[in-house]
Each structure stands twice: as structure tokens, then as C-alpha cells.
């Protein structure tokens, strides 16, 4: 049975702003919803999840389900803490934008006006200019270690991911990026990167802090996401979590590697106790650790046109697409704006969400939506990688939230 019960009893605003019209939400949402989390962990695809639904600007719908810890029989609490991987990417975002908007950072810098060192070289040995814009949209040449063979730079460098325990200064992993060939001229291709890693330095450089400061500053504060930073002390709101496994997800340790589907990359290693480390660098595309009810500020936010931190205009440039189509970052269909990847074209995409939906995900196993044509903000968070983020569980909440079949 759903947690969330009497349904509209339980709506509350998830920010300030314009007051919202009472949502228009059919009785079944409910149920549908309780249908693929209950089968998701009945078939054992995910351990734990916490699932928060908005719908112009009201919760419609919120459940904790699963364990946080399965060994140790913990339920999962709605106020559980998940290890966001690239959940930080649109955080990281919104803290460039907002720089942008008060005019110490500008998209078209040179990254170099800010990290005069990061001069990586294409294969022909010329070096060219990466702009801020491109390290948004992952147009800027970068790639991630994970996405590369084992004998590629990446790997001979000790690139890190930002999810492992490499135990140097975020300094130190672009001074090794810095030295690895580019995969194509910046502006030509679009590529999943470590280009928001860098852009987490420039950040830092552009507001005079530490990256960890800016974003405290110009994001979580004055969204009131409290429970959303760098790194957390140990305590069992923090979940466990766990990977794709048969019978049934296996419990990550540190040092954990996980061979990944052939269009997703090669290998990808996890440092779960990385989360507890004050002291690991703070990785701009996959570093920080909150709550759903913190992304569901933050994509409340950019639902509802920005305010209190972003402009309306910036909104929009964040949910239209700056790749073009044909860069099928999510499939047929997507694009990618500022922050994760835009819907160009419902139909080709097979989706019910409107064109303009921003949707990503992170790689411990979360998913999440904004469909401002429709008025919709989901948040889908699991402690199982990869089946909360690109396995059936995403697919199958959107498409209970639309009442698709």
C-alpha cells in the first residue's frame, strides 16, 4: 500500500513562487504508481526507492518503499540520503547560470580565462579554445573514463570519474585530463564527459570559493535543500547501495566494479564510502549526495520559470535543445540543453512527456523529469545501479505518471 495516503490530503507546495491551481490528478495515479514499485521489488530489479510526483506545482504523490538497507532489514525512509552521481550535474548547472546571470561568468569565455593551464590538444597537436557553453552541453572534446578502453589515455593518466577514491585534489584530475587528447574538435559532437567536472573549477574561480562554498551559495541555500552537499557524516538515512545482480541486486563495497552495457561504456568503479570523505575532491558531475524532496526543489524551480534563482529566459535556454537531434543523447528524439537532455520529438522518441521535457538521471540508479508543457516534476530516486536509471523502473514510473499503456 502506498505511503502516500489520502492522496490530495497530503499535497503540499515544494516551493515558493505563484501560487498554484489545485492539480487536476485522476484517481488511478496513485495506483499505477504503487504497481511498478511494488513489482520492481517484488521481482527484486531494485532494493529500495523513494518516488516524489509533482503536478503544477502540488506533490501528488510520494512513497518510501524497499529497503535503505536490505541485509540489515532498514526500511526505506522518505528522508533517505542517496549518493547522487550525476543528479550533481544539473546542481552544478543551475550554479554556472546563475553566475552568468550576475554577470561574473560568460558563456563564451575561453575556460582558459579561468583555468589557464587546461589546454588539452586535439590529435593533430593544435590546441584549441573550449568554451564555458560547451562544457554545459558536453560539446567541449571530453570524455569519461568509464566510456574509454583500457588502454586509453583516460585510463593511463588515472583520470578519475568522480565516483571512485583517487584519492587527489580535483586540481590534480584536470591537470591529468588536461594531458589526454581531445576526441574531436570542441563544438562538432556531442559526448558525455567530465566536462562538468571542469566546469566545477571554473565555477569556483568565477564566485572566489571552493566549488563546495558556490554551490551552498547560489543553490542549496536558498532552495532550503539542506540535506544536499559534497559529502555527509555516516548515519542510517544514508543508503546503501547495491548493483544489477542475479538472483537479486548485489551490495557494493569500495573498490566495487561494475562491466557495463556496451552502449553505455566499458567499466565504471564505485567508492561508496566516498560519500563520508569531507576531504575527496568535489567532482562537479558526480560528487554530491541529498534527499528527493532537495532534487524535487530544484526541479520545481525550473518547472515554475526559474525564480527565486534563475531568470525565465535562462530557463528556457536550459530546456532547449543546444546539440540538435541528431545527438540522440537519450535515444531518437533528444537532444541536450543545460543541465540533461532535451525532448526534441515526442513521437520519434515514443514518449508521452511533451517536447521541452528535461529528463537525466545518475549512474547509482535515479532517474528524474521536468515536463513544464504539462506541469510535471518527478523524482525517482533507487539505491540500485543500473535498474533505477536506465533499466525498466524509469520507463515504467513515467509512463504510470501519464497513464500510458
Do not use: C
Not at 547522487?84 to 546542481?91: A, E, L, M, V
Request: hydrophobic residues 45%.
Amino acid at each position: 500500500m502506498s505511503l502516500f495516503a489520502p492522496l490530495l490530503a497530503l499535497a503540499v507546495a515544494v516551493q515558493p513562487g505563484p501560487v498554484a491551481a489545485e492539480p487536476v490528478v485522476e484517481d488511478e495515479l496513485p495506483h499505477r504508481l504503487d504497481a511498478v514499485i511494488d513489482r520492481a521489488l517484488r521481482e527484486e530489479r531494485i532494493v529500495g526507492t523513494v518516488v516524489l510526483v509533482a503536478k503544477d506545482g502540488k506533490v501528488v504523490y510520494r512513497r518510501a518503499a524497499g529497503f535503505a538497507d536490505r541485509e540489515a532489514k532498514r526500511p526505506m525512509p522518505e528522508d533517505a540520503i542517496f549518493r547522487f552521481s550525476s543528479i550533481t550535474k544539473p546542481i552544478v548547472t543551475v550554479a554556472a547560470l546563475r553566475l552568468v546571470e550576475q554577470g561574473k561568468l560568460r558563456l563564451d569565455d575561453p575556460v582558459t580565462r579561468w583555468l589557464p593551464d587546461f589546454k588539452p590538444k586535439l590529435a593533430d597537436g593544435s590546441t584549441p579554445v573550449i568554451t564555458v557553453h560547451q562544457l554545459l552541453t558536453h560539446t567541449a572534446g571530453l570524455s569519461y573514463g568509464f566510456e574509454e578502453p583500457a588502454d586509453s589515455p583516460y585510463h593511463r593518466l588515472g583520470v578519475s570519474d568522480g565516483l571512485d577514491d583517487a584519492g587527489i585534489t580535483l586540481e590534480e584530475n584536470l591537470h591529468r585530463l588536461a594531458q589526454a587528447p581531445l576526441l574531436y574538435p570542441p563544438g562538432h559532437q556531442w559526448r558525455y564527459s567530465l566536462a562538468i567536472d571542469v566546469l566545477g573549477a571554473v565555477i569556483a574561480r568565477a564566485n572566489a570559493s571552493t566549488l563546495q562554498e558556490a554551490v551552498a551559495q547560489l543553490v542549496t541555500t536558498p532552495l532550503h535543500m539542506r540535506d544536499t552537499a559534497f559529502s555527509v557524516q555516516d548515519s542510517p538515512r544514508v543508503v546503501v547501495p547495491y548493483a544489477d545482480g542475479q538472483p537479486r541486486p548485489r551490495r557494493m563495497s569500495d573498490h566495487f566494479e561494475m562491466a557495463l552495457p556496451a552502449w553505455m561504456g566499458q567499466r565504471l568503479r564505485f567508492a561508496p564510502t566516498r560519500a563520508f570523505d569531507a576531504g575527496a575532491f568535489p567532482s562537479g558531475g558526480a560528487g554530491m549526495v541529498g534527499t528527493a524532496d532537495d532534487v524535487l526543489r530544484l526541479l520545481e524551480t525550473i518547472r515554475g520559470g526559474g525564480a527565486p534563482l534563475l531568470s525565465a529566459d535562462t530557463v528556457k535556454r536550459m530546456t532547449a535543445d543546444q546539440v540538435g537531434a541528431d545527438a540522440q543523447t537519450q535515444g531518437p528524439g533528444w537532444g541536450f540543453g543545460y543541465g540533461g537532455a532535451v525532448l526534441d520529438d515526442p513521437v520519434l522518441a515514443k514518449s508521452p512527456q511533451a517536447k521541452g521535457t528535461l529528463q537525466w538521471g545518475g549512474v547509482y540508479g535515479h532517474a528524474w523529469f521536468v515536463d513544464r508543457g504539462n506541469g510535471w516534476s518527478v523524482v525517482a530516486l533507487t539505491n540500485t545501479a543500473l535498474e533505477g536509471m536506465s533499466g525498466a523502473f524509469p520507463t515504467q514510473i513515467r509512463d504510470a505518471v501519464y497513464g500510458a499503456r
